[in-house]
C-alpha cells in the first residue's frame, strides 16, 4: 500500500519550533519532488515548501521564507521540515506530497500521494 505519513505536529508557543516529518511505506521518495502543504480552517490548501528530487533545490513560500526548512533523507525515505520562530498564523495542518516529478513546485496538481495531514497549533 502507497502511504505518506507526517507526524510531528503539535501545540507550541509564538517563536518556537516543530520539526515535521513525512514517511513513505509502499515506495520510494527517491528522485522523486516532495512538498509541504498547509490548510488553515475556512482558507485553500497553500504551498509551503518543496524539494527536488536530488535536495539540491527548494523553495519557500514567501511568508515562510527565512523561518522554515526543508530537507530530505532518501536512506529513510523521508521529508522534513524544520519550523522556527513559528508564529500564530502558521497554524494550519500540514500535508506533505510526493508526485513523478524530478523538480519541486508548490502546485497541488503536480503531487499525487498525499499524506493524511498533522495539526500545528501556534498559540499562547
Known amino acids: 500500500q502507497l502511504q505518506l505519513v507526517e507526524s510531528g505536529g503539535g501545540l507550541v508557543q509564538p517563536g518556537g519550533s516543530l520539526r515535521l516529518s513525512c514517511a513513505a511505506s509502499?515506495?520510494?521518495?527517491?528522485?522523486?519532488?516532495i512538498g509541504w502543504f498547509r490548510q488553515a480552517p475556512g482558507k485553500e490548501r497553500e504551498g509551503v515548501s518543496c524539494?527536488?528530487?536530488?535536495?539540491?533545490?527548494?523553495n519557500y513560500a514567501d511568508s515562510v521564507k527565512g523561518r522554515f526548512s526543508i530537507s530530505r533523507d532518501n536512506a529513510k525515505n523521508t521529508v522534513y521540515l524544520q519550523m522556527n520562530s513559528l508564529k500564530p498564523e502558521d497554524t494550519a495542518v500540514y500535508y506533505c506530497a510526493a508526485g513523478g516529478q524530478f523538480m519541486c513546485g508548490m502546485t497541488r496538481a503536480r503531487y499525487n500521494y498525499w499524506g493524511q495531514g498533522t495539526q500545528v497549533t501556534v498559540s499562547s
Open positions: 524539494i527536488s528530487g536530488s535536495g539540491t533545490t527548494s
Open positions: 509502499g515506495f520510494t521518495l527517491n528522485y522523486r519532488a
